[in-house]
């Protein structure tokens, strides 16, 4: 029976480790985006000078930048629930295969500092510091 459970106990870690990975592959696939959308919107405003395509830039990366936090605080609080699951016994309690968080919100930090944090705000403040420099280059021009 102890062997059962604890094979019980390593597919439960499993499943959560899974949704770890994928929630921090998400994070890393929208910083691609952000960047490959900056990039190519800084192309086309340096072909054609139409600031357009630099307000789009900064709504686009504001948006991805909320949708990174999120992704941020999620994988942290996946990352509370194994390390709960993986170090506590739970008193020999049969596992449920449960993957809410509710319990480890108090212990992560909100959305809002899930996006300050320096991996994910430096992306974001380095593509907006170009953006919103460029805009002001633009629109008021050194003469």
Known sequence: MA????DEKIKYLEII???ISRL????????????SIAI????VFETNKN???LWLIIFSSLIFWTLDGYYVRQERLFRKLYEDK????HKGK???FSLSTVNYEKYVSGKVACMFSFPTSAVYFSILLVALLLLNFSLFPRR
């Open 3 to 6: 062997k059962q459970l604890s």
């Open 17 to 19: 480790q899974t949704v």
């Open 24 to 35: 921090a592959g998400n994070s890393f696939l929208i910083k691609g985006w952000a960047i």
């Open 40 to 43: 190519t919107g800084f192309g």
């Open 51 to 53: 600031t357009s395509f």
């Open 86 to 89: 993986a170090i506590n016994n």
């Open 94 to 96: 049969v596992i449920n």
